[in-house]
């Protein structure tokens, strides 16, 4: 089973940055699309930002300009850098992603999430 661990979540002001982090641990042969989702609260979750192996991006208009998202392969981690924080950017953000392992199973996972929060 495919665990995917955040990191990187806080409190932050209006303006201010966070980058968040997501691994990939398990015996992962590829990873194919990595992504950050958010939920705030009493809201559907949403897609954020995505990115392929092949590094296509994907961004919601929402964060288009001030989001960026990038991965590592060797690593098995994807970022998120999260510039020009608005308080409606407050929510728990989520991690995932799919691709297949070494025993040829494919996989699709969610991390736990991590709070972060916009405010003066």
């Known amino acids: 089973q495919v665990q995917l661990v955040e990191s990187g979540g806080g409190l932050v002001q209006p303006g201010g940055s966070l980058r968040l982090s997501c691994a990939a641990s398990?015996?992962?042969?590829?990873?194919?699309?990595m992504a950050w989702y958010r939920q705030a609260p009493e809201k559907p979750r949403e897609l954020v930002a995505s990115i392929t192996r092949g590094g296509s991006i994907y961004y919601d208009d929402s964060v288009k300009g001030r989001f960026t998202i990038s991965r590592d392969n060797a690593k098995n981690t994807v970022y998120l850098q999260m510039n020009g924080l608005k308080p409606e950017d407050t929510a728990v953000y989520y991690c995932?992603?799919?691709?297949?392992?070494?025993?040829?199973?494919?996989?699709?996972?969610w991390g736990q999430g991590t709070q972060v929060t916009v405010s003066s």
């Open positions: 398990a015996n992962i042969l590829s990873i194919y699309t």
């Open positions: 995932n992603g799919d691709g297949r392992l070494w025993t040829g199973d494919d996989f699709g996972s």
